[in-house]
């Protein structure tokens, strides 16, 4: 069972790989992650954020289940990025912070789709963002990273994420970084390998 993941977790610090296979197994994450990035009212979720280390996101510029269009992009690479434009983001993988980013305006983006087509898009817009946004967390950039005004309020905040990420270990709900990096390798090993 897939679980979204939260700062400072280390697989979001985790340069995801490119995936090499497809499978059912995957294609039912796959939905999972759909339901998990709906249930939390996102917009776009990138693998490791489920502590999945591969390279591919899902989106939804809608927000909604039963409109828009479901985007899933296998292996995405940003190919061109112009202009810039400042706006404002959040992350399911910090719930409640905001904080204004500046990213490219337009990119042009390389992926495959679930049934191995390639995928050669040109976007701008909301949806550029949020394509920015979750090739960043797969090569393990978050937002914060690239958030304009990084002052004590943004030091508070991640305080807080810290503590309680930090308590979660205690109580044994998240394991160490051993253990996570065997669980990573152990997906590398299936669909990278
Ligand atoms: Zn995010």
């Known amino acids: 069972m897939l ?6 977790h280390p697989t979001l610090r985790f ?3 490119p995936l090499a296979r497809v499978d059912d197994q995957l294609r039912g994450m796959i939905d999972l992650m759909f339901q998990i990035m709906y249930e939390h ?3 776009g979720l ?3 954020q489920v502590n999945l280390p591969l390279r591919l996101f899902v989106a939804n510029p809608s927000g909604e289940k039963d409109s828009g269009q479901e985007l899933v992009f296998l292996n995405p690479v940003i190919q061109k990025a112009t202009g810039t434009i400042e706006a ?11 904080g204004v980013v500046k990213r490219n305006k337009a990119v042009q983006v390389n992926a495959y789709s679930m049934d191995g087509k390639e995928i050669n898009l040109k976007v701008e817009g909301f949806l550029a963002r949020i394509i920015q946004h979750e090739v ?12 304009f005004d ?4 943004l030091a508070e905040d991640l305080a807080g994420f810290e503590a309680r990420f930090a308590k979660l270990r205690q109580e044994g709900q998240i394991s160490t970084d051993e253990i996570l990096a065997e669980q990573r390798q152990v997906w590398l090993d299936k669909y990278c390998g």
């Open 88 to 98: 404002e983001e959040g992350c399911l993988s910090l719930p409640g912070l905001n």
């Open 46 to 48: 990138a693998a490791n």
């Open 15 to 17: 340069a995801s790989k």
């Open 150 to 153: 990084q002052g004590e309020i």
């Open 3 to 8: 679980q979204l993941i939260q700062y400072p």
């Open 41 to 43: 009212r996102g917009v």
């Open 136 to 147: 960043d967390h797969l090569d393990g950039v978050l937002f914060i990273d690239r958030m």
